[in-house]
């Protein structure tokens, strides 16, 4: 079975370009989540959505941050415009439909440097 | 409020030893507990999870966790360390009846094997 697929895998951009980061989320799951991880602040929860629509999105750090789910099979995370502090590996992952005990299913992320 | 503490970022261990990696939680309610180990350059993959079926649960690679309430952990342990054993362990929480779906990660704990 294919798992999360995150695209593309590392992106190096000059500040102030807009950056997209692509998840397709392992198909039959309900919900999709987009996380940061750095090294100072470990895993941030930023957006998640179920069926396709926003749930909630107070992890996002700024109105420069912004995500979508056009479908059941993709979701997109824009920065516009980007900064260095930007810079992390940006993971997605989804889960099946509500229930307590399942586990989150990850992509293996795309790291993201912002030069 | 769901939290989890993980004791220690860094745990170094010779290969062919125990290895014991600490989660506190906190909660009023019964939790859900997950262990995800992370590979470099790659996502979070589910280790095991405690789904108050039984305290001691077995995960992949070796690896067990036993859920005591009364300390209100749930510690990732393995008996003989290998050398692929070396990533990042994270702890995670979940609170069901009227919880977060939203599970809480810990700040997670890099596991170092030497030989």
């Known amino acids: 079975d294919a798992g999360v697929i995150q695209s593309p895998r590392h992106e190096v951009t000059e500040m102030g370009q807009e950056v997209t980061l692509r998840c397709k989320p392992i198909?039959?799951?309900?919900?999709l989540f987009w996380y940061r991880q750095t090294m100072m602040r470990g895993l941030e929860l930023l957006i998640y959505?179920?069926?396709?629509?926003?749930?909630?999105d107070s992890g996002m750090p700024e109105d420069r941050f912004s995500a979508k789910m056009p479908n059941a099979s993709f979701s997109t995370l824009k920065i516009q415009p980007s900064e260095p502090r930007d810079s992390a590996v940006y993971f997605c992952?989804?889960?099946?439909?509500?229930?307590?005990?399942?586990?989150?299913?990850f992509g293996d992320g795309t790291r993201l440097s912002i030069l | 409020a769901q939290s989890v503490t993980q004791l220690g970022s860094h745990v170094s261990v010779s290969e062919g030893a125990l290895v014991l990696l600490r989660c506190n939680y906190s909660?009023?309610?019964?939790?859900?507990l997950f262990w995800y180990v992370q590979y470099p350059n790659q996502g979070l993959q589910l280790l095991l999870k405690?789904?108050?079926?039984?305290?001691l649960v077995k995960g992949i690679n070796g690896f067990e966790a036993e859920f005591k309430k009364s300390e209100t952990s749930f510690h990732l342990t393995k008996p003989s360390a290998h050398m692929s054993d070396a990533a990042e362990y994270f702890c995670?929480?979940?609170?069901?009846?009227?919880?977060?779906?939203?599970?809480?990660f810990g700040r997670g704990t890099s596991l170092i094997v030497h030989p």
């Open positions: 198909s039959g799951h309900d919900y």
């Open positions: 992952a989804s889960s099946p439909r509500r229930g307590f005990y399942q586990p989150q299913h």
């Open positions: 995670a929480v979940r609170i069901g009846r009227g919880g977060s779906y939203i599970p809480t």
């Open positions: 405690y789904t108050s079926a039984a305290t």
């Open positions: 909660s009023s309610v019964p939790p859900y």
């Open positions: 959505f179920n069926n396709n629509v926003p749930i909630d």
